[in-house]
């Protein structure tokens, strides 16, 4: 993070994301803020907040791209939610800190992986030791040598004990050569029988602050199975369970925890759906609630999770919404003021389509090509077609709803479905798109009003 300065953020974003550059001004500079936040005297470290954020735009124009891209770049914890999906507490439903829990688990199984990862060599050479132990057991225990020979009888010599270690060095080769990776062993396995056990709570299983899987899983007797099976399948199998045991699950739990509170990303997706006045019955009536659940989430508080507390003061949330019948000032006052930072996204025209579907890393028209270059299939793309493709998508999102670049993606399935369908058997195996090719394709679909509604 010390090189990446809120300049290099914005051009890594471009990368991936066309336009919206005062979105991507914005996050840049709540993302370097967390670093500059680091460098502070820690006195001072607790009492900066972070400076939350609210995108305003229509869907398909990048909100929900910026944020993860966003939290990609960082390598920071991150988790999106939809506001629509929360209700009051009292409601059937998610509550608001279920979403925070959230987050706690997706980073504690992504610290596990790492640290599994990071262990997976001794882990090989612990799961090659067992291996060899199968192919080559311990020959038995000798006998307690004789205090002496009986009365009457001549001295028993001790039997010579054979020596394993050159044959377990040559076996030692031939596994890791795969010679032996075909070779039946006998494994035991060791399975845990759960029992489905659900609690209903008006806030959920993760709540409660007895983990009841791990309860119950240490009450069951483990079930150990012996199971024959390859030898290259048992070296996998026991080189995962090694890597688990090699991890230390309190300094992942440790970390993580660590990891959420101070570098968390929470996108909290279609905010405007829990805007405006309550009509007091039917399914709003639990919505201006849900803003006030948010309240103490979004400001700081501490949330109790199964890896323990966790504070919230320090996560960056990043709101977003379309806004069409709502303004984000009817969302009550208290909570406008948790989202200091308010940016408009614009609409995208035919340029930034075409933009879109050639400049990113993965511009549609590179997948495509990539999908059907499996098939011996060549796909060309003429600029023409990718103008007429760009023009047809801003005049469908004009007439029809507006559904940003994802039109994109309707057209281009619309555009090339007789290709997908027949490849390899495509003759010739090169495909030309050009616009007339666009608007044989595409035409019929475009002039008929009702079809383009129903089919794009």
């Known amino acids: 993070m010390k ?13 991936y994301i066309i336009g919206q550059d005062q979105a991507k001004r914005s996050v840049a500079i709540a993302l370097r803020n967390r670093w500059r936040r680091q460098q502070v005297p820690e006195d001072l470290r607790d009492e900066i907040a972070p400076k939350n954020i609210i995108l305003i735009g229509p869907t398909g124009v990048g909100k929900t791209e910026i944020a993860r891209r966003l939290s990609k770049l960082a390598d920071a914890p991150f988790t999106k939610v939809e506001a629509s999906k929360f209700t009051e507490v009292g409601y059937v439903g998610r509550d608001v800190e279920s979403m925070v829990r959230d987050l706690v688990d997706l980073t504690v199984n992504q610290m596990k992986l790492r640290q599994q990862q990071a262990v997976a060599e001794k882990a090989r050479q612990m799961a090659e030791e067992r291996v060899l132990d199968l192919l ?14 009986e009365p009457g009888s001549s001295r028993a010599s001790r039997p010579a004990q054979p020596d394993t270690a050159a044959t377990r060095e040559k076996l030692r080769r031939m596994l890791r050569a795969g010679k032996l990776d075909d070779r039946i062993v006998e494994l035991d396995v060791t399975e845990r029988s759960m029992p489905l056990v659900e609690v209903f709570s008006n806030v959920g299983m993760e709540e409660l602050g007895i983990n009841f899987k791990d309860m119950l899983g240490n009450l069951m007797p483990r079930n150990v ?32 925890v660590a990891r959420v509170e101070q570098a968390g990303i929470i996108f909290l997706d279609e905010i405007d759906k829990i805007a405006g006045k309550s009509a007091g019955q039917g399914p709003d009536v639990s919505r201006e609630g849900v803003q006030r659940d948010l309240l103490p989430i979004v400001e ?8 323990g507390p966790v504070r919230t003061d320090h996560i960056l949330f990043i709101a977003a919404g379309a806004f069409h019948t709502v303004k984000p000032s009817d969302l009550i006052p208290e909570l406008q003021g948790r989202f200091p ?16 579907l050639t400049e990113p890393r993965n511009a549609l028209l590179l997948q495509y090509t990539a999908l059907l270059r499996t098939e011996n299939v060549e796909l060309v793309f003429e600029d023409d077609a990718v103008a007429r493709i760009a023009r047809i998508a801003e005049q469908v999102n ?34 030309v798109v050009d616009a007339a090719y666009v608007d044989e394709k595409l035409e019929a679909i475009i002039e008929d009003e009702d079809l383009s509604r129903y089919i794009l």
């Open 341 to 356: 930072i308010r940016v408009e996204l614009g609409s995208l025209g035919a340029d930034q389509f075409v933009r879109i």
């Open 300 to 307: 700081g508080s501490t949330v109790n999770t199964k890896y």
């Open 3 to 15: 090189h990446l300065t809120p300049a290099q953020i914005v051009k890594e974003l471009d990368r």
């Open 398 to 431: 004009q007439r029809t709803e507006n559904i940003g670049a994802r039109r994109l993606h309707t057209l281009m399935e619309r555009l090339l479905e007789d290709v997908l369908f027949d490849a390899p058997a495509v003759d010739p195996p090169k495909v």
């Open 136 to 149: 080559l057991p311990e020959p038995p225990a000798r006998p307690p040598a004789y205090a002496g020979p």
């Open 225 to 256: 199975k012996r199971r024959k099976m390859k030898v290259a399948d048992a070296l996998r199998s026991l080189a995962a369970e090694e890597a688990q045991n090699l991890v230390d699950m309190d300094k992942v739990v440790e970390e993580a």
